[in-house]
């Protein structure tokens, strides 16, 4: 299928520099942190700078982490995806963590054909949808998010995500999807501007749109498999 061939070369070009800056500074990491700890036992009173080395390394580890989801150029697999089954499976993989913060997932999965994906690509997209919406709402107590999927009539699937956290004053709205924009202490402001691009590289669209203290909405459109619908 020309299509899907078409789609995995795409990913794998935006990929292939993101990806490949990140394994090259994952190795020296690795030996860095591995040498921190083994100076450890000798270092006496000064501890406290070891751990502070070691805390801000699994900070660039995260970084590099979030930046190789760019590309797995070993097993980019380009297939018909249910995203409705993909987001069941999602939820079931969040959902002890959003009990245990008092959040609710309310769930209304219309009509969704299949669409063409990599399937670790997507999946990490409503992660971070997700995740985003579970700190937003954590940060200011309960709340609930509202996730729905239906068919639009230019054969694209439209995934909303909807909560009712902090949200994003309108000042900051221009800044959302730009790399390294956090307004969170642990934050790396990667997450927007990833699952952005890899809705792109799928020929879909990404809105976000937000409202200070009442909360925050994503929708994402992705085009349905052709051969799905018959021909036309
Ligand atoms: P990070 O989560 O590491 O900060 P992201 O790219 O995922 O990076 O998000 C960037 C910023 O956008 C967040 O720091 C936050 O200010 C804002 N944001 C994103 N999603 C939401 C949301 N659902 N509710 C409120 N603010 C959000
Ligand atoms: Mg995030």
Redesign the pocket.
């Known amino acids: 299928n020309e299509e899907l061939l078409r789609k995995a070369e795409k990913l794998s070009v935006i990929g292939e520099l993101a990806a490949g800056i990140a394994h090259e500074i994952r190795n020296p990491l690795t030996s860095l942190k591995g040498f921190i700890q083994l100076l450890y036992p000798t270092l006496q009173d000064n501890k406290l700078y070891a751990d502070i080395m070691l805390s801000e390394l699994e900070r660039i580890n995260l970084i590099v982490s979030e930046l190789l989801i760019l590309s797995k150029p070993q097993n980019l697999q380009i297939k018909p995806i249910s995203l409705v089954v993909l987001m069941q499976n999602l939820l079931a993989l969040l959902a002890s963590e959003a009990n245990l913060k008092n959040i609710r997932f309310q769930t209304s999965f219309g009509k969704c054909p299949p669409i063409a994906g990599e399937e670790n690509q997507l999946k990490q997209v409503f992660i971070?949808?997700i995740?985003?919406?579970i700190?937003?709402i954590a940060s200011q107590g309960q709340g609930e998010i509202r996730i729905s999927t239906r068919l639009l009539p230019n054969r694209h699937v439209l995934v909303r995500l909807a909560?009712n956290?902090?949200?994003?004053p309108e000042e900051?709205l221009s800044k959302?999807?730009e790399p390294f924009?956090?307004?969170?202490e642990k934050?790396?402001?990667?997450?927007?501007?990833i699952s952005n691009k890899i809705i792109k590289d799928h020929n879909g669209t990404f809105q976000?749109t937000?409202k200070k203290n009442q909360?925050?909405v994503?929708k994402i459109t992705l085009p349905i498999v052709d051969d799905d619908i018959g021909s036309s």
């Not at 924009?181 to 969170?184: P, S």
């Open positions: 971070n949808i995740k985003n919406s700190e937003a909560d956290g902090c949200g994003v900051l959302l999807g924009f956090t307004t969170k934050g790396t402001g990667l997450g927007l501007m976000i937000s909360g925050t994503v």
